[in-house]
Nanobody, 128 residues
Framework: QVQLVESGGGLVQAGGSLRLSCAASGRTFSSYTVGWFRQAPGKEREFVAGISWNGRSTAYADSVKGRFTISRDNAENTVYLQMNSLKPEDAAVYYC?????????????????????WGQGTQVTVSS
């Protein structure tokens, strides 16, 4: 199973930007679909963005479309989430998750239950 470590969270003012990184180790990362999820206190974990194993397919939650961009560098075993125009409602713990698709599918699931490997999360705080 792949191991995931998120980084890049922090405190930012509304309107600012952050770039989250999800570094993977342990398996062939290039065969994994990767998703970013977030969970705010008292709320369910929700899908933010996802990218297929080859980077050809991406998916975004409506709430972040046009502001967040997901990308990956398989040579570096890393997936990124560029977050621009941050809003107070974006504040949450952000998790990356991975799903081994064996390079057979470009489908990007949005349900947390479809992902087997999870990182420990990184906190994003947005001040108004």
């Amino acid at each position: 199973q792949v191991q995931l470590v998120e980084s890049g969270g922090g405190l930012v003012q509304a309107g600012g930007s952050l770039r989250l990184s999800c570094a993977a180790s342990g398996r062939t990362f290039s065969s994994y679909t990767v998703g970013w999820f977030r969970q705010a206190p008292g709320k369910e974990r929700e899908f933010v963005a996802g990218i297929s194993w080859n980077g050809r397919s991406t998916a975004y939650a409506d709430s972040v479309k046009g502001r967040f961009t997901i990308s990956r560098d398989n040579a570096e075993n890393t997936v990124y989430l560029q977050m621009n125009s941050l809003k107070p409602e974006d504040a949450a713990v952000y998790y990356c998750a991975a799903r081994d698709v064996g390079r057979y599918s470009d489908y990007v699931p949005t349900s947390p239950g479809r992902y087997a490997a999870w990182g420990q999360g990184t906190q994003v705080t947005v001040s108004s």
